[in-house]
């Protein structure tokens, strides 16, 4: 006894189907359903308990084929081939159970995807083909790689996917005898693209399993955020550095120990608001300086006026 785990990859879910497989006979479901991706792994160790459960993963996206497993995979490979197409894996199911034959035309009619396969699975051709616009279009390309054989066609039409009558339809037409495939009950309502990767992943001389892309490693979350607040630590710390040394040489020319040295101040190296400031501070240290020949005594009051957005300053003064 044998048993494997099969997933297809459906976009934001994905469908998995556990067999179990006995020499000489066809393999069996023990398990199925759909699983989210951050439950994947429990449900991988949850199936296995203490045994060895090799899996493979049935993926493609807009039609082509996925060449490396989705991204931060929670599943160690037991296997270097655990990746394959869900038409040829769907159509391995079906052909091991006797269902179709070689001559035949295959096609599993889903609500975004049309799939075919040709010949014996794994060895014959195999394709998917998104669904956009009339189904006549997507069909079309299909029965052109068969137009030279009058083959009967076995039709696998998923839950309430659209169309399933006028592909019948079509195919009469085409002179393809349509065929309308059911499943065994006992088989739950398996998704027969997850079924027959687990079916691959017990079958080691099935050649139409692929060894996945290696993908450059992104690095995990909180390194990544560490990485970005270290980056952005010494950003900061070379901003600070260069605007306390712009502010140094304004503090030296705000503070100058002579009038000259304000005179030989460059306005156009300050932001203009500091400009303005530094222009009314000068105007008060004249102003100061008039008001040091009074003498004391007779300095009864002084107010000093400015607004933001001007760099002159009115001075009021009164005296005894």
């Known amino acids: 006894m044998n048993r494997a785990l099969g997933l297809h990859f459906l976009g934001e879910r994905y469908s998995y189907a556990l067999i179990q497989s ?3 006979e066809p393999a069996q479901i023990l398990a199925a359903g759909d699983v989210a991706f951050d439950d994947i792994g429990s449900l991988h160790s949850r199936l296995a308990g203490n ?4 899996w493979c ?4 996206s807009e039609g082509t084929m996925m060449s490396a497993l989705p991204t931060r995979w929670p599943l160690r490979p037991q296997a270097p081939e655990v990746l394959m197409h869900p038409a040829t894996a769907a159509a391995l199911w079906d052909w091991e159970h006797g269902r179709f034959d070689e001559k035949d035309l295959y096609l599993w009619l889903r609500a975004g995807t049309l799939m075919w396969a040709k010949g014996t699975p794994g060895l014959g051709r195999s394709g998917c083909i998104a669904r956009r616009g009339p189904l006549g279009d997507n069909l079309r390309p299909i029965l052109a790689r068969v137009q030279r054989s009058r083959c009967s066609a076995v ?4 839950g309430d996917a659209p169309g399933g009558d006028f592909l019948m339809q079509a195919l009469a037409e085409a002179g393809h005898p349509p065929r309308l495939l059911n499943r065994p009950p006992q088989e739950m309502g398996a998704d027969p693209a997850s079924a027959g990767a687990a079916l691959a992943a017990l079958t080691p001389t099935f050649q139409a399993v692929y060894v996945p892309e290696r993908q450059p ?4 979350w909180r390194t990544a955020m ?19 040394s712009r502010l140094d040489s304004w503090v030296k020319f705000a503070e100058p120990e002579t009038m000259e040295g304000e ?4 306005a156009a190296e300050a932001p203009p608001e500091l400009n303005r400031l530094l222009e009314r501070r000068t105007q008060f240290l004249q102003s100061l300086r008039k008001l040091s020949s009074t003498p004391p005594e007779s300095l009864v009051e002084v107010e000093i006026l400015a607004t933001p957005d001007s760099p002159t300053i009115r001075d009021r003064v009164r005296l005894r």
């Open 217 to 220: 490693k992104s690095p995990h």
């Open 226 to 244: 560490g990485l970005g607040a270290f980056i952005a630590v010494l950003t900061a710390g070379a901003f600070s550095k260069v605007q306390d």
């Open 155 to 158: 039709i696998c039409i998923e």
């Open 22 to 24: 006995f020499p000489e």
């Open 263 to 266: 005179a030989n101040f460059q």
């Open 51 to 54: 045994l060895n459960l090799p």
């Open 57 to 60: 993963l049935a993926a493609e």
